[in-house]
């Protein structure tokens, strides 16, 4: 047999240990006040009906029907609950009929025994502890207000699951309370956290997100280069860099005769991006034995064509 205790909005469940027949004995406990209904509920799979019955202050030692207290079981106060197809049984107890506050234990057995002779079928119990209930004043509550910060900025939050805006922003008007808190920004780990709202104040949240990574692997034909990886020097290549901050980052190839390179690389969270950089040698001009920057080539002949177009001109005159 297994007892369920529910109280209004409350649930307090006790799995019993099944023994021999199929029931067992087991113990819970609840609160309640003089006057609520308390609804009882559970299995049995020894009985089609279940027999409950009341011990407690002021009343007989061999219980009483929990439906009429001034029935003992001695002269058959058993309040009996059918067990259903499913072997559920529920009972709502209604505590306004001549109680004292206290605790009673309710009985709940596969037979009408009372109290003195339950060594001859199984049971189970739960204990109930009925108060004088109060009247008290409720104050509305002010509401108070959100102050939430991000490093980085500009990171959209959510308050229990609402989009409210982008870091740093204020969220005002909530009630009391515990909130959830998520923030997020594209290629950073999203955050989450719980914050609770004080009525009439600000309760302040910074979070600090971390970035996603990824693994950059950088090849140059020829090998060999020097690399910069966003300014920093991190090898000759091939070389393989990971954990990197997801996004854009800078490379700097540098090998002795070939032109400096300097490319945009992109490194997505959680994959392996491969980076391959082409050097080439520097243009060099007929009858010169040292390499010439392009530009200045370019330039070189530019000057030859004025130089000669000047002096035939003179030829002329």
Not at 58 to 78: E, H, K, M, S, W
Request: hydrophobic residues 35%.
């Amino acid at each position: 047999m297994r007892c369920i205790l529910k109280h209004q909005n409350l649930y307090a469940g006790f799995l019993l240990l099944f023994v021999l027949a199929g029931a067992a004995a087991a113990s819970g406990s609840t609160q309640s006040y003089l006057g609520n209904t308390v609804k009882l509920s559970g299995y049995s799979y020894s009985s089609s009906t279940v027999y409950l019955f009341l011990t407690g202050p002021n009343l007989p030692a061999n219980g009483v029907a929990l439906d009429n207290i001034y029935r003992g079981t001695d002269q058959g106060g058993f309040t009996s609950v059918s067990v259903d197809d499913n072997n559920h049984w529920e009972y709502d107890w209604g505590t306004n009929g001549g109680l004292d506050a206290g605790t009673y234990t309710v009985w709940v057995v596969d037979s009408p025994t009372d109290r003195s002779h339950l060594g001859t079928t199984e049971y189970s119990t739960i204990s109930v502890s009925l108060g004088n209930p109060s009247i008290s004043v409720v104050t509305p509550a002010v509401p108070g207000s959100l102050d939430l910060r991000s490093v980085p900025g500009n990171v959209s939050v959510t308050v229990n699951g609402n989009y409210k805006g982008s870091t740093p922003i204020s969220v005002s008007g909530l009630d009391p309370g515990k909130y959830t808190i998520t923030f997020s920004r594209f290629d950073y780990e999203p955050f989450s956290t719980s914050a609770t709202v004080e009525s009439g104040a600000v309760t302040e949240v910074t979070a600090t997100l971390q970035p996603k990574t990824g693994t950059l692997i950088i090849n140059t034909t020829p090998a060999g280069a020097q690399i910069l990886l966003d300014g920093a020097s991190i090898g000759t290549s091939p070389l393989t860099r990971t954990n990197l901050a997801a996004g854009n980052h800078t490379i700097n190839a540098t090998l002795e005769g070939y032109i400096p390179v300097e490319i945009q690389a992109r490194v997505i969270a959680n994959q392996s991006v491969i980076s391959t950089i082409e050097l080439e040698k520097p243009s060099v001009l007929p009858g010169m034995s040292a390499p010439v920057p392009i530009p200045v080539t370019i330039g070189a002949c530019c000057a030859a064509v004025l130089t000669f177009g000047f002096i035939r001109v003179r030829g002329r005159q």
